[in-house]
């Protein structure tokens, strides 16, 4: 008698007979899905509650430490070169070298933020820069194109602007060109990294603690712009809107397109002009004054600049179809 085969079951090889259970065919794992900017601390499956918050920790952590290292290596090397004792009780380098020692300390922040994606939340220090992984050279590139005539046009129109407290511009004297020229450097040098890590820090680590634990990008975004507002200081109330306003466009850029380029380009475009104007003029290097101290006729040439830059990017943006989510992550 011939045994029919089960229509769903291949035959047994050696008798002709169905196989007693249909062959095991494993299941395919679901990918997860791609994530925006904001949640990229959860790109590697190892979130939990706590690392955003250690994180945050290490990072203020790192940055006093950072501080006070060049500091010390500052009076260590005054001490060698004799530098003077000023008032305070610390080495007086003049205005172009505290500027620089400055910048410097605000540079080395970066290292320390990516130290705390490494070590706190346990993924790669590239998903700070863009969904990408890394940055986006490129895209910043284009980016600082587009913002270099906006940036130039805006701070060219507020040195025509009477200031608000009456001084203009009449003051200003000539630097000399030896000090223009070592203060150009060192701005050159210094302030593409400190504009950098201001945004890491910011834009980056802080939307992307947030965003950890929040699935809105606003939510990420907001608070952000508030506290980099409130890290330049108090001056006017002007100022500080101003300082909110580039702090909402350049998260919302950095959520928009996917990473920090724009923002970084801006903020570099920015500090670049504006201290190289102000290494041309006498003592303008070693002023306490802040964009927290604008007035209200600067500020709204600023936010025009900002809104204008904002929409050229996003318009370009779409049309390079610059990638706003991770290709792929391995846990959600």
Same mark, same amino acid.
């Given at each position: 008698?011939?045994?029919?085969?089960?229509?769903?079951?291949?035959?047994?090889?050696?008798?002709?007979?169905?196989?007693?259970?249909?062959?095991?065919?494993?299941?395919?794992? @679901?990918?997860?899905?791609?994530?925006?900017?904001?949640?990229?601390?959860?790109?590697?499956?190892?979130?939990?509650?706590?690392?955003?918050?250690?994180?945050?920790?290490?990072?203020?952590?790192?940055? !006093?430490?950072?501080?006070?290292? !060049?500091?010390?290596?500052? $009076? *260590?090397?005054?001490?060698?070169?004799?530098?003077?004792?000023?008032?305070?009780?610390?080495?007086?380098?003049?205005?172009?070298?505290?500027?620089?020692?400055?910048?410097?300390?605000?540079?080395?922040?970066?290292? @320390?933020?990516?130290?705390?994606?490494?070590?706190?939340?346990?993924?790669?220090?590239?998903?700070?820069?863009?969904?990408?992984?890394?940055?986006?050279?490129?895209?910043?590139?284009?980016?600082?194109?587009?913002?270099?005539?906006?940036?130039?046009?805006?701070?060219?129109?507020?040195?025509?602007?009477?200031?608000?407290?009456?001084?203009?511009?009449?003051?200003?004297?000539?630097?000399?060109?030896?000090?223009?020229?070592?203060?150009?450097?060192? @701005?050159?040098?210094? =302030?593409?990294?400190?504009?950098?890590? $201001? $945004?890491?820090?910011?834009?980056?680590?802080?939307?992307?603690? @947030?965003?950890?634990?929040?699935?809105?990008?606003?939510?990420?975004?907001?608070?952000?712009?508030?506290?980099? /507002?409130?890290?330049?200081?108090?001056?006017?109330?002007?100022?500080?809107?101003?300082?909110?306003?580039?702090?909402?466009? /350049?998260?919302?850029?950095?959520?928009?397109?996917?990473?920090?380029?724009?923002? *970084?380009?801006?903020?570099?475009?920015?500090?670049?002009?504006?201290?190289?104007?102000?290494?041309? *003029?006498?003592? /303008?290097?070693?002023?306490?004054?802040?964009?927290?101290?604008?007035?209200?006729?600067?500020?709204? =040439?600023? !936010?025009?600049?900002?809104?204008?830059?904002?929409?050229?990017?996003?318009?370009?943006?779409?049309?390079?179809? *610059?990638?706003?989510?991770?290709?792929?992550?391995?846990?959600?």
């Amino acid at each position: 008698m011939t045994t029919t085969p089960h229509p769903h079951h291949p035959p047994h090889p050696a008798y002709g007979a169905p196989w007693p259970h249909p062959p095991y065919e494993p299941v395919p794992p @679901v990918p997860a899905p791609p994530l925006p900017y904001h949640r990229l601390a959860l790109s590697t499956g190892r979130h939990r509650w706590w690392r955003p918050l250690a994180g945050t920790c290490l990072v203020l952590g790192g940055t !006093v430490v950072v501080m006070l290292l !060049v500091l010390l290596v500052s $009076e *260590i090397a005054g001490a060698v070169l004799d530098r003077p004792v000023g008032k305070d009780g610390f080495r007086v380098w003049g205005g172009i070298g505290e500027t620089g020692q400055g910048l410097l300390s605000l540079a080395l922040v970066t290292p @320390v933020v990516f130290l705390a994606a490494r070590w706190a939340q346990r993924r790669p220090a590239g998903t700070l820069s863009s969904v990408a992984g890394r940055l986006r050279w490129r895209w910043l590139g284009r980016c600082m194109a587009v913002g270099l005539p906006l940036v130039t046009a805006s701070l060219g129109v507020m040195l025509l602007l009477p200031e608000a407290s009456g001084g203009g511009s009449d003051g200003m004297e000539w630097a000399g060109m030896p000090d223009f020229l070592l203060g150009l450097a060192m @701005v050159c040098v210094l =302030v593409p990294f400190q504009a950098a890590a $201001e $945004e890491y820090a910011f834009r980056g680590w802080l939307v992307q603690a @947030v965003g950890a634990w929040c699935r809105s990008p606003w939510v990420a975004v907001l608070p952000q712009a508030l506290l980099f /507002a409130a890290a330049h200081g108090w001056g006017t109330p002007w100022g500080f809107a101003d300082l909110v306003v580039f702090g909402v466009v /350049a998260g919302v850029l950095t959520v928009r397109t996917g990473g920090l380029e724009a923002a *970084i380009g801006l903020h570099v475009l920015n500090n670049l002009l504006a201290m190289g104007v102000s290494a041309a *003029i006498a003592g /303008a290097l070693a002023s306490d004054e802040t964009a927290a101290d604008m007035d209200g006729l600067s500020v709204a =040439v600023d !936010v025009a600049m900002l809104c204008g830059y904002a929409a050229t990017v996003l318009w370009l943006a779409g049309r390079h179809r *610059i990638a706003t989510v991770s290709p792929k992550a391995a846990g959600a």
